[in-house]
C-alpha cells in the first residue's frame, strides 16, 4: 500500500517568515494530495488540494507544490501570522485501487509572534 | 447546514462494553468516512462509504469493529468488545463524491476505555 511519510514533525517560526513542510509518496498510482490543518482539539479541515495534472497550486498565502517523478510535494506559508499555528497533515489518494487514504504523520507548526 | 454531526462528543466506558459512535453527514453528500486519531498512529482511515455502501474497509483493525449505514444520513461505528487501545478521538467525515473531493470532517467523538 501506499507509505506517505512527512516532514518535518515539528516546526517553528517567526511570525511573518515562511513555513515549508514535505510529504513524499511511495505509489506512483497516487494522484490527489490535500493538505489539512487541525487546530488543538479542533477537526481537521481542508486548507488546499492539488491533483497530480498540475505541478503548482496557489490560494494566497498558501501554495502546494508536486514534483510527480520525485513522488514528493510541499506545502508553503507565506507571511506566517500566529493563526497559522496548528498541526498540519498531508495525504495521498489513489483512484482506482478501493480509493484508500493515506495520511502523513503530521506536521505541528508554531509560529512565533 | 449543521455540517457532519457527531455523537457522543465524549464517551468514557469499562474494557468489554460495547461502544457505538453515531454520524450524520452533510446532506446531498454521497460518501462518508470513519477515522481514528492516536498520538501513536495518527489519523487513520477505517472505512469509507459510498451511496452507503462499503466500498474499503480495510483499515478496520479487527472484528471487534463493524460500521453500517442504513440510509443516506446516518452511519454507526461500533466497538464490541472495546478495550483500553481504542482509545481515541473518532472523527466521521462526508464528501459530495468520494474521498478525492473535499472532505468535512465532524467534531469527533473522544472515546476512553478503561
Known amino acids: 500500500g501506499e507509505n506517505v511519510e512527512q516532514h518535518p514533525s515539528t516546526l517553528s517560526v517567526q511570525e511573518g517568515d515562511s513555513a515549508v513542510i514535505k510529504c513524499t509518496y511511495s505509489?506512483?498510482?497516487?494522484?490527489?494530495f490535500p493538505w489539512y490543518k487541525q487546530e488543538l482539539g479542533k477537526r481537521p479541515q481542508l486548507i488546499i488540494d492539488i491533483r497530480s495534472n498540475v505541478g503548482e497550486k496557489k490560494d494566497q498565502r498558501i501554495a502546494v507544490t508536486l514534483n510527480k517523478t520525485a513522488k514528493h510535494f510541499s506545502l508553503h506559508i507565506t507571511e506566517t501570522q500566529p493563526e497559522d499555528s496548528a498541526v498540519y497533515f498531508c495525504?495521498?489518494?489513489?483512484?482506482?485501487?478501493?480509493?484508500?487514504?493515506?495520511f502523513g504523520t503530521g506536521t505541528s507548526l508554531t509560529v512565533i509572534p | 447546514d449543521a455540517g457532519v454531526i457527531q455523537s457522543p462528543r465524549h464517551e468514557v466506558t469499562e474494557m468489554g462494553q460495547e461502544v457505538t459512535l453515531r454520524c450524520k453527514p452533510i446532506s446531498g453528500h454521497n460518501s462518508l468516512f470513519w477515522y481514528r486519531q492516536t498520538m501513536m498512529r495518527g489519523l487513520e482511515l477505517l472505512i469509507y462509504?459510498?451511496?452507503?455502501?462499503?466500498?474499503?474497509d480495510s483499515g478496520m483493525p479487527e472484528d471487534r469493529f463493524s460500521a453500517k449505514m442504513p440510509n443516506a444520513s446516518f452511519s454507526t461505528l461500533k466497538i464490541q468488545p472495546s478495550e483500553p487501545r481504542d482509545s481515541a478521538v473518532y472523527f466521521c467525515?462526508?464528501?459530495?463524491?468520494?474521498?478525492?473531493?473535499?472532505?468535512?470532517f465532524g467534531p469527533g467523538t473522544r472515546l476512553l476505555v478503561l
Open positions: 467525515a462526508s464528501s459530495f463524491s468520494g474521498p478525492q473531493e473535499t472532505q468535512y
Open positions: 505509489d506512483s498510482a497516487s494522484n490527489y
Open positions: 495525504a495521498a489518494s489513489q483512484e482506482y485501487t478501493g480509493n484508500q487514504f493515506y
Open positions: 462509504f459510498n451511496n452507503n455502501v462499503p466500498i474499503d
